[in-house]
């Protein structure tokens, strides 16, 4: 059974960084892209980052330069490393797996972890 | 940046056809999926590459896109199908996701 479980949200005041965790279980890790969605409270989904097999980053500009997303195959283990949190980064964080067909959707998520920027 | 638009509800008696639209320039050119998020609950994917169905998902969702248009629909609807849903794509210029809008689905 596939299995995706982020840690690390919490509250961190304006400016202030913080590390997303994502343990992964019940497939091959490294064969996968994987991809960080957020959801603001009451709002729509939003692709944050991905990272895939060869370790190739992506990101969105609302976060580009910001954010970091890595992983370390070796222990199934995806990450997202925030800087220079702001308000509006406040959300609901998923990490996603996507499928490896052109056009697979996000066919495994997380149950989310909040982070919560304020002062 | 590229967008998807959806229409923010839609509402269908319970039996009948619920049709969710997602527009996009040239969306048609791309690949659409769709997802179903109920409440307290993360997402679920429902439809990929336009017309497929994940393992365990109903027939009665199915999927089109052409045009700048992709469209979920939902034939036979049925109370449990009452949920927020929302489309997705990957825009190859950018090499970036995006997501629709949204659609809250009401089941009356």
């Known amino acids: 059974e596939v299995q995706l479980v982020e840690s690390g949200g919490g509250l961190v005041q304006p400016g202030g960084s913080l590390r997303l965790s994502c343990a992964a279980s019940g497939f091959i890790f490294s064969s996968y892209d994987m991809h960080w969605v957020r959801q603001v409270t009451g709002k729509g989904l939003e692709w944050v980052s991905a990272?895939?097999?060869?370790?190739?980053?992506y990101y969105p500009g609302s976060v580009k330069g910001r954010f970091t997303i890595s992983r370390e195959n070796a222990k199934n283990s995806l990450y997202l490393q925030m800087n220079s949190l702001r308000a509006g980064d406040t959300a609901v964080y998923y990490c996603?797996?996507?499928?490896?067909?052109?056009?697979?959707?996000?066919?495994?998520w997380g149950q989310g972890t909040l982070v919560t920027v304020s002062s | 940046s590229y967008e998807l638009t959806q229409p923010p509800s839609v509402s269908v008696s319970p039996g009948q056809t619920a049709s969710i639209t997602c527009s996009g320039d040239?969306?048609?050119?791309?690949?659409a999926c769709w997802y179903q998020q109920k409440p307290g609950q993360s997402p679920v994917l429902v439809i990929y590459q336009d017309t497929k169905r994940p393992s365990g998902i109903p027939e009665r969702f199915s999927g089109s896109n052409s045009g700048n248009t992709a469209t979920l629909t939902i034939s036979g609807t049925q109370a449990m199908d009452e949920a927020d849903y929302y489309c997705?794509?990957?825009?190859?210029?950018?090499?970036?996701?995006?997501f629709g809008t949204g659609t809250k689905v009401t089941v009356l």
């Open positions: 996603a797996t996507r499928g490896v067909e052109v056009g697979a959707g996000f066919d495994y």
């Open positions: 997705q794509a990957w825009d190859s210029t950018t090499a970036l996701y995006v």
């Open positions: 040239k969306l048609g050119d791309k690949f």
């Open positions: 990272i895939d097999t060869a370790g190739d980053t």
